[in-house]
């Protein structure tokens, strides 16, 4: 059975850098193919992808956030870890990490987490 | 830019059918990249729906079904249910970001 938990703070400071953590089992991100990624969903908006981190340690960003986030795995402990710097209240969400699967055609998230919500205000 | 659009709302009546649609551009759809569509429930995790455009991943009822066309991808639900009631996005893979792009969401209203 595959499970993934994001774990966190619920609120930080504008300025602050948000760490978030993955913590998934029933699979190994060693396994050819794999990789976990991060989507956010602000308040009364759409999903938003983050990041995406493979097997292999490639890292993908969203161009629009990429100077901003860092996306690191730990294979013996199963977790993925998500730094986001200069935090705003504009990236107030419910952040999800999510596990991607090869059999897709481009990335595609079968398994998901059930969300952390992360407020960002002074 | 890169953009998959979704109509806001769409409604039906139980036991109608409901189409959303998703448009892409050269960069995603239209460069041959498969569609994914989930299902999302305010408060919960969203569900894998379809993917690779037409494919039911196992324990997904049958009247869910997709079909993709050009820069355009479209998600079908045939018997609505009351159960149906949720937001729906398409995701695609897209060249010019390198990474996964969702659509705008579509909240289907059941009447």
């Known amino acids: 059975q595959i499970t993934l938990k994001e774990s966190g703070p619920t609120l930080v400071k504008p300025t602050q850098t948000l760490t978030l953590t993955c913590t998934f089992s029933?699979?190994?991100?060693?396994?050819?193919?794999?990789?976990v990624g991060w989507i956010r969903q602000p308040p009364g908006k759409a999903l938003q992808w983050l990041a995406l981190?493979?097997?292999?340690?490639?890292?993908r960003y969203s161009p629009s956030l990429k100077s901003r986030l860092t996306i690191t795995k730990d294979t013996s402990k199963n977790q993925v870890v998500l730094r986001m710097t200069n935090m705003d209240p504009v990236d107030t969400a419910t952040y999800y990490c999510?596990?991607?699967?090869?059999?897709?055609?481009?990335?595609?998230?079968?398994?998901w987490g059930q969300g952390t919500p992360v407020t960002v205000s002074s | 830019q890169s953009v998959l659009t979704q109509p806001p709302s769409v409604s039906g009546a139980p036991g109608q059918r409901v189409t959303i649609s998703c448009t892409g551009s050269?960069?995603?759809?239209?460069?041959?990249?498969?569609v994914h569509w989930y299902q999302h429930l305010p408060g919960t995790a969203p569900k894998f729906l379809i993917y690779?455009?037409?494919n039911r991943p196992s324990g997904v009822p049958d009247r869910f079904s997709g079909s993709k066309s050009g820069t355009s991808a479209s998600l079908v639900i045939t018997g609505l249910q009351a159960e149906d009631e949720a937001d729906y996005y398409c995701?695609?893979?897209?060249?010019?970001?390198?990474?996964?792009?969702f659509g705008g969401g579509t909240k289907v209203t059941v009447l």
């Open positions: 999510a596990r991607r699967s090869s059999y897709c055609g481009g990335d595609c998230y079968p398994y």
């Open positions: 029933g699979f190994s991100l060693s396994s050819t193919g794999v990789g």
């Open positions: 981190i493979y097997w292999d340690d490639d890292q």
């Open positions: 050269s960069s995603n759809i239209g460069a041959g990249y498969d």
């Open positions: 690779n455009n037409y």
């Open positions: 995701q695609s893979y897209d060249s010019s970001l390198s990474g996964s792009l």
